[in-house]
């Protein structure tokens, strides 16, 4: 049974950066994708961004230019670069595997991004 533990989230003012880090307590080397999630009140969890074992990204158009996805399959981790957050970037944030996530999900971080 895979564990993932998410960090890096807190209160940021608008325009300011995070850096989310997941930890998996399983190799991800051998994993196709991993992705980061992200779920605002009130609305369904949605994909932000997804790499794969090779580093090539993709990323949800709210998020792209300003979101930088990495991974360190050494250290069973992936990261999520957050910079120019918007209030609407307000959620908690989730990894796990992509496009077939694994069923248990971690807690989770929470971002809040003031106006």
């Known amino acids: 049974q895979v564990e993932l533990v998410e960090s890096g989230g807190g209160l940021v003012q608008a325009g300011g950066s995070l850096r989310l880090s997941c930890a998996a307590s399983?190799?991800?080397?051998?994993?196709?994708?991993m992705g980061w999630y992200r779920q605002a009140p009130g609305k369904q969890r949605e994909l932000v961004a997804f790499?794969?074992?090779?580093?090539?990204?993709n990323y949800a158009d709210s998020v792209k230019d300003r979101f930088t996805i990495s991974r360190d399959n050494a250290k069973n981790t992936v990261y999520l670069q957050m910079n120019s957050l918007k209030p609407e970037d307000t959620a908690v944030y989730y990894c796990?595997?992509?496009?077939?996530?694994?069923?248990?999900w971690g807690q989770g971080t929470q971002v809040t991004v003031s106006s």
């Open positions: 796990n595997r992509y496009p077939t996530p694994w069923d248990i």
């Open positions: 399983t190799s991800i080397s051998s994993i196709n994708i």
């Open positions: 790499i794969i074992p090779g580093g090539r990204t």
